[in-house]
């Protein structure tokens, strides 16, 4: 482990505007590495015409790809708000390489399935894919803690206005509930509620369907708070506006939005149906 992060160190700059630490540089890595397999495989994604659940096979490593890359994007972002010292510390350093294990087990096994035309999630068909799945959601959990345990740091030691507050919110309250509307998931077997048609309408790119309930919508909303809630902080403290006011007030909104959505897809009705 300290010949890696020496490795790490002592390698190119990290990105303008960004520390050289070796957990910025973790967190900027797990990004790179995701939107290179995104290109790698958009080849694959435009030409294999097979499909899983009427969509493509390749949508859900695709869409993942892009998540990862705005998720860890986010974490090296808001991670600058902490000392250096605390920021390369060993409890954040511990976590970041726990990421990157998650991320990369998770990667590899949905484009393994992709390429086999199999789903990764929600298959229990055989008992090797059951005890794949169970560690996806291990995975799952570890990708998500790196960003509670940034968010506890940033409370107890980062410093700033608004977008201290809206990180603090967004890495915590988003954290929770994607776990919350996860788990749910992972216990119903299904983020359907209701059983689709053969020729179920989706949302372009997302796959979300428009003929009967999906919790997704509700993951979707819950997970990027991460983002808005930051980026609401920072443009109160940009314009002078009162963000003790604004960015809790966005995170109740938010979340209010992921919980209508999640109940309306518990009732089994699509979050925009096809008309």
Not at 21 to 40: E, G
Not at 97 to 114: H, K, N, R, T, W
Not at 178 to 195: C, D, E, K, L, N
Request: charged share 10%; proline share 5%; aromatic share 12%.
């Amino acid at each position: 482990m300290k010949h890696y992060l020496d490795a790490m160190r002592s390698s190119a700059p990290a990105a303008p505007g960004l520390d050289d630490d070796h957990v910025t540089r973790i967190f900027l890595a797990c990004a790179f590495f995701v939107i290179a397999l995104f290109v790698v495989t958009t080849p694959a994604w435009l030409m294999d015409s097979r499909t899983i659940d009427g969509v493509s096979v390749w949508l859900k490593p695709q869409k993942f790809n892009l998540s990862l890359a705005v998720h860890f994007i986010t974490l090296a972002i808001l991670a600058q708000q902490l000392p250096r010292a605390v920021r390369a510390g060993p409890v954040l350093s511990v976590f970041a390489m726990l990421a990157v294990a998650a991320m990369l087990f998770e990667q590899i096994y949905i484009s393994i399935q992709a390429a086999r035309a199999r789903n990764s999630h929600f298959n229990f068909e055989t008992d090797l894919e059951s005890l794949l799945y169970a560690l996806m959601g291990l995975g799952a959990l570890l990708l998500v803690a790196v960003a509670i345990v940034l968010g506890i740091q940033i409370w107890r030691k980062g410093s700033g206005g608004g977008l201290r507050l809206g990180s603090i919110l967004g890495l915590l309250i988003g954290s929770f509930i994607t776990i919350g509307f996860a788990g749910y998931m992972s216990y119903s077997g299904s983020h359907w509620v209701g059983v689709p048609s053969a020729d179920d309408v989706s949302v372009p790119f997302f796959g979300w369907s428009r003929e009967t309930g999906d919790l997704r919508p509700a993951h979707f909303v819950a997970l990027h708070m991460m983002q808005t809630l930051p980026l609401i902080g920072y443009l109160s403290d940009r314009f002078s506006a009162p963000s003790r006011i604004i960015v809790p007030a966005a995170a109740v909104l938010q979340a209010t939005l992921a919980a209508a959505l999640f109940f309306q897809a518990l009732n089994g009705k699509a979050f925009w149906p096809a008309g």
